[in-house]
């Protein structure tokens, strides 16, 4: 059973700086939530990307770190929320090789393979929140009801 935590931190995506931040927190709070080396780069290079994407593209928002309980593996979700433009073609900028800027080059399709969970909400004109968890082990698949 997956329990939530409060927000455990905001932390604002208004300039490059603020990047690197975002990149330090996750890191931190991976490590100490028993991620190992892996899973904590995998975590942080996603958290990097849409974290440039909410500055560049979005024009600035946030990002919301919320610690997370799956029975006894803990977890990491990190909301990416801006106020931009919005995403006018949700499918193509989840197609792989595709890229709008000057980051890493991966896109939202990378840094949805680099995670557990991935989800973007967003339309034209009303911004975009991605957000993404990842767990310190790999939660089991529901199995669907036949």
Not at 7 to 24: N, T, Y
Not at 105 to 119: K, N
């Amino acid at each position: 059973m997956q329990t939530a935590g409060c927000v455990d931190a905001r932390l604002p995506i208004h300039s490059d700086m603020d990047l690197v931040w975002v990149r330090q927190h996750v890191r931190q709070t991976a490590a100490q939530l028993g991620f190992g080396l892996v899973e904590q780069t995998k975590l942080v290079t996603a958290a990097s990307e849409l974290a440039r994407n909410t500055l560049v593209h979005g024009g600035g928002g946030e990002v919301e770190a919320t610690v997370l309980k799956n029975g006894h593996a803990p977890g990491l979700r990190l909301a990416f929320i801006d106020e931009g433009p919005g995403i006018a073609d949700l499918e193509r900028a989840l197609s792989d090789g595709y890229t709008s800027g000057d980051g890493l080059g991966m896109g939202l399709g990378g840094a949805r393979r680099l995670v557990h969970e991935f989800s973007v909400d967003s339309s034209p004109g009303n911004g975009t929140t991605v957000t993404v968890t990842s767990w310190t082990v790999r939660p089991p698949r529901q199995r669907e009801e036949t």
